[in-house]
């Protein structure tokens, strides 16, 4: 998608937001284009049945121009072609129509329902609050003529999904922008998501998000398998989120992109209304809120999830490990970010936690990151790679690779990324490259295209033997693994170097010495004395 037409659409809607909460004011927008682009599709499939049924060599032939035009409107014709079924009342020609109108939000409710009693997968999912929003008169409509401009072409192709998915990913970031702590609730920065996806690199399978958000995980993975010549359709998304709206947001982001997928009955709590209790995941990928401590922890001290130790009752980050553990296959694994305090804090029951996580050999790889790539938080992260058998052994899902038991990859990342805005950071698809391209050679897997060996790199990355992490407390931060960066030999002499540093400094002191003579001059001239 054009980037000058983004950033309108966004100062356009931004503007039209008013008073009104970013929070709020997100699910009017991203309900609107969902709106928009399956009443796109919808007409574009019409069009293609008009075109058939006039076609005298086409199946689908009908001589009588009546009959044409009842057959244009019956709902089989459109499932057929995965295509949701949109009903008059709430197509986007009709509600366009009736957009400067004082009743429009109570119409486009209506419109709502209407599409879910005719799409049993879309039940209970869309967002009806378009009659109560607080916008000021007339803000909805023209917020409905903005949006008229995105056209979906094609709808219902892949490059209208991919289109529609730009918008959708744009604007949720946006908004995590505009929201700040809020907005990280739901949105993982997609250049993090993209390094998670990158070093698991889900093919086939069952993938699962217990947090899932907005779904970033589950469409960055569709984009994985795309890039490597496969079928979305071999994956299986599982997923779970509490908050009752963000579980409607997530819903709808994979609904439009054709999606097949399981977020459970209902929004609920992962710790205490698992909506997966018996699956076994084969990737499971997660950005859980961090530190949280009012997560209910003392009403689950039993838990047969916590195999490795009772998580302590006022920080959630361990359960969410080990969570994740639980719902992993025999040959699973998992990508998890996590504050950094997760790396090496010894309160209460953690540290004993690590060290049984450590020594049970399923912690695989543990990357440090740069401060400010989230939008909720300035907190440190680390991402957390787990698995469930490192020994190499080949799966019908994975192909061999090397023996790592008793080995712990650690890769420092906090010199990578660079600065997108004044507050935020983001990593390049070098630098995702580079953690990835590492893992694999590591792992031997042969999936990063190269034969060129592993090798430690100092400063940057070092696998290490568990007993070196045991006389370590097991402390998991790779700063205190990979070393110093090595530095690079200029060839000059030490006692020629110090000379000529020495007397450069000597040069910059007398000169900082002359612009302060010349600054108190300056200030007694004035009438000031320092």
Known sequence: ??????????????????????????????????????????????????????????????????????????????????????PGVARWETLRAHAKQADIGTRIDLALDAIEADNPRLKGILDKRFGRAQLEPG??????????????????????????????????????????????????????????????????????????????????????????????????????????????????????????????????????????????????????????????????????????????????????????????????????????????SNQNSEGSIRRAMVEADVVEVMVALPPQLFFNTQIPACLWFLARDKSGAATPLRAASRDRRGEVLFIDARKLGRMDTRVNRVFDDEDIARIATTVHRWRQDGEDGSDEPYADVPGFCRAVKLAEIAEHGHVLTPGRYVGAEAAEDDDEAFNEKMERLTAQLAEQMARAAELDAVIRKKLRGMGYAI
């Open 1 to 86: 998608m054009n980037q000058d037409l983004k950033k309108t659409l966004w100062a356009a809607a931004d503007k039209l937001r008013s008073s009104m909460d970013a929070a709020e004011y997100k699910h009017i927008v991203l309900g609107l284009i969902f709106l928009k682009y399956i009443s796109d599709a919808f007409d574009q499939r019409r069009q293609e049945l008009h075109a058939a049924f006039e076609d005298e060599q086409h199946e689908l032939y009908l001589p009588d121009a009546d009959d044409r035009a009842l057959a244009a409107e019956e709902r089989d014709y459109f499932t057929m072609a995965n295509v949701f079924w949109v």
């Open 139 to 344: 803000k909805l409509g023209e917020l409905i003529d903005l949006i008229s401009t995105i056209g979906f072409a094609g709808s219902g192709s892949h490059a209208a999904k991919d289109l529609l998915g730009e918008v959708y990913e744009y604007f949720l970031g946006q908004f995590a922008s505009a929201e700040g702590k809020k907005g990280g609730q739901f949105y993982t920065p997609a250049s993090v998501v993209k390094v998670l996806v990158e070093v698991l690199a889900p093919h086939k399978g069952k993938v699962y998000d217990p947090c899932c958000g907005s779904g970033g995980m589950f469409v960055q993975s569709e984009k994985f398998i795309e890039a490597h010549g496969g079928r979305f359709g071999d994956l299986s998304i599982y997923g779970q989120e509490a908050n009752p709206t963000t579980w409607r947001l997530v819903a709808m982001n994979l609904a439009i992109r054709g999606m097949d997928f399981n977020l459970g009955k209902e929004p609920a709590d992962t710790f205490h209304r698992d909506q997966h209790a018996d699956l076994r995941a084969d990737h499971v990928l997660a950005n859980p809120p961090f530190n949280i401590s009012d997560w209910g922890g003392e009403r689950l001290a039993d838990d047969p999830r916590w195999v490795y130790g009772t998580p302590p009752a006022g920080n959630a980050n361990y359960a969410w490990l080990q969570h994740i553990l639980a719902r992993l296959g025999p040959r699973g694994q998992a990508g998890v970010v996590l504050a950094n305090g997760s790396m090496s």
